[in-house]
């Protein structure tokens, strides 16, 4: 099963999915997503507040405690992504750094020293300036 075959159940087809599963597939369900989900919407966020305090509690029983306290619903919310600078690609090639790097050199340098960089490295990289 994939994540969103646990969202759907839990608050569409309040099914019991752990019944046929056998517990190394109980081992993989993805409890910090299915809260991160239900945290978007004004009906869950309670409810995942809830399950976030008590993370020790067993996959099938935090599964369980979204079949039961949820309203039978369809749900749609869309992902939050972050938000993608666009020099971030063209600092991580000049640096030859990762993303987490590049991000901490954005923080660093300013608007001017990106586009000294973009000048002195336009031949390099085919990036315009």
Not at 30 to 57: C, K, T, W
Not at 76 to 93: R, Y
Request: with cysteine.
């Amino acid at each position: 099963m994939d994540l969103f075959d646990y969202i759907n159940n839990a608050s569409y087809d309040k099914k019991d999915v752990f019944r046929d599963l056998p517990e190394r597939e109980e081992k993989k369900y993805p409890a910090f997503l299915v809260n991160r989900y239900f945290s978007f919407l004004p009906d869950g966020i309670f409810l995942a507040n809830e399950m976030n305090q008590n993370a020790h509690i067993d996959n099938k029983l935090k599964h369980q405690f979204y079949v039961h306290s949820l309203r039978k619903r369809k749900r749609f919310t869309k992902w939050v992504k972050p938000e993608e600078h666009p020099d971030l690609d063209f600092i991580k090639q000049v640096y030859s750094c990762s993303t987490v790097k590049a991000k901490e050199y954005m923080t660093i340098l300013s608007v001017n020293q990106i586009q000294q960089l973009k000048e002195s490295h336009h031949h390099l990289i085919n990036i315009k300036p």
